[in-house]
């Protein structure tokens, strides 16, 4: 197994502790047994308990963007685009609950990733250019500020996650589904001309 590898492992192990346990309930030792390696290694790789969670932060911000970028690099047009990241971001917990509450129930409350939001910026900058180009070609309503419509659309986002982090809201395939269909109708679609 690659250093990489052994990373990772360590990495996903601390996802499902953390989501599982909370944070502050977690030791170093029990993501270490979750991964199936030994104590010591997690050291080997991360000094803190805290560094495992700002590399686990780090790596989802970078999916995150990543996706994003993709989304903005299509050929669709903009209102195409948005609900291709409405669609990533709502999959996002189909596909890696762990993960999504995870995120949802320590970003506000860790101090020290507070560094990592400044990545988060990038995305709003990229829905912020696709509010604009379809403003541009006629798309979306001319009066909309993109940034404003950007944060709107990323909060949204943000409390149906944190509703189904919270048990608030259901959150089988159906209600995945729907869920779509109604923030792309809603935010997407009170955009449009």
């Known amino acids: 197994m690659t250093a990489d590898d052994k990373r990772r492992r360590i990495l996903e192990a601390a996802v499902r502790v953390f989501a599982a346990q909370g944070y502050d309930a977690s030791r170093v030792g029990d993501v270490a047994k979750e991964a199936g390696v030994a104590y010591g290694l997690v050291y080997h790789y991360y000094e803190s308990k805290e560094a495992v969670l700002e590399a686990v932060f780090r790596e989802a911000w970078g999916r995150l963007l990543a996706a994003v970028a993709l989304a903005e690099e299509t050929g669709a047009n903009a209102a195409e685009q948005l609900e291709l990241v409405v669609k990533i971001v709502l999959r996002a917990w189909r596909d890696d609950p762990d993960l999504v509450r995870l995120l949802v129930r320590e970003v506000t409350r860790n101090p020290h990733i507070q560094d990592e939001l400044d990545e988060i910026g ?51 395939a159906s209600a995945v589904s729907a869920a779509e269909r109604e923030l792309t109708a809603t935010m997407v679609g009170g955009m449009r001309t």
């Open 122 to 172: 990038q995305a709003f900058a990229s829905l912020e250019r696709m509010v604009s180009r379809g403003q541009a070609d006629g798309t979306f309503r001319a009066e909309l500020d993109p940034k404003l419509a950007a944060w709107m659309l990323y909060g949204a986002l943000e409390e149906v996650l944190t509703g189904w982090v919270l048990g608030q809201l259901p959150d089988d």
